[in-house]
């Protein structure tokens, strides 16, 4: 089987259609770890994408805010600004699948997704120490995770060392394949479809195959970013969350 895995969505169709557009014909299911809505301005469509397409999703920290199960006390004003906003976009159809989510860990086959960490969906896996309690707990060699909007992960070696990978580093590179190696544990992140954070603004995604020991192929596609800011400064949303698109920051 091969997976397209996303995360990260965040309401931004423009960088969500790019992916799809990219990944064609190389997967047969698609899973996402998460935020499938949050500071973009195309809550509904991407919701509706998500409805008739996925074929697991767990939920992620703003998908609970914006439907109203948190109330996004810990986000920061521009944040919190943006779920508030979504909340009210989206119709009670729409609001019930997000609050239907699960939490993770989902397991899929061979492998899981979570959102933050196995914990916890609001925690950070940012540095190999973060993930050092994830490891021990980890019931599967491969768990995919988001919530950073940083494509890579972490490699656990023979049990103890922790590597962190950064897999598309080389300036400009749209792939870059990491072939799983027995006996190790993963968490890889995908990297965010709609809000890169890793100083790439080009839409973040993995396809996984599960043959033998696997290959996660990590992958970058350009999106029209002017097209998603527009509509956000339409629909009055923060400036700071416009600007950022641009900088993948
Ligand atoms: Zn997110």
Redesign the pocket.
């Known amino acids: 089987m091969r997976y397209l895995v996303v995360s ?1 969505i ?1 309401s931004n169709w423009e960088a969500l259609q790019a992916v799809l557009e990219a990944a064609e014909g190389q997967y047969e299911r698609v899973v996402c770890c998460g ?1 499938l809505v ?1 500071y973009g301005p195309d809550p509904n469509r991407v919701v509706d994408w998500a409805r008739a397409n996925l074929a697991a999703v767990v939920r ?3 998908d609970k805010a914006c439907c109203g199960i948190s109330e996004a006390e810990d986000f920061n004003a521009v944040a919190r600004a943006a779920a508030l906003w979504t909340r009210q976009e989206l119709p009670v159809e729409n609001l019930n699948y997000l609050r239907s989510l699960p939490a993770g860990p989902l397991v899929i086959g061979g492998f899981q997704i979570i959102h933050g960490s196995v914990r916890d969906e609001d925690e950070y896996l940012f540095m190999p120490q973060d993930a050092h309690e994830d490891f021990v707990s980890l019931g599967y060699p491969l768990t995919f995770f ?2 950073t ?1 940083q494509q890579g992960g972490f490699m656990r070696v023979a049990g103890r060392r922790i590597n962190v990978l950064h897999p598309t580093s080389e300036p400009g590179a749209t792939s870059a394949a990491l072939e799983l190696e027995e006996r190790q544990q993963y968490l890889l992140n995908p990297g ?1 479809v709609g ?1 890169p954070r890793d100083a790439d603004p080009r839409a973040a995604f993995a396809i996984y195959e599960d043959l033998g020991l696997g290959v996660v192929e990590y992958c970058r596609t350009p999106y029209d970013v002017a097209a998603t800011q527009e509509k956000m400064s339409k629909a009055a949303l923060p400036e700071i969350l416009i600007r950022r698109l641009a900088l993948g920051r």
């Open positions: 990260d965040h935020d949050g992620g920290n703003h988001g919530h909007h965010s809000q």
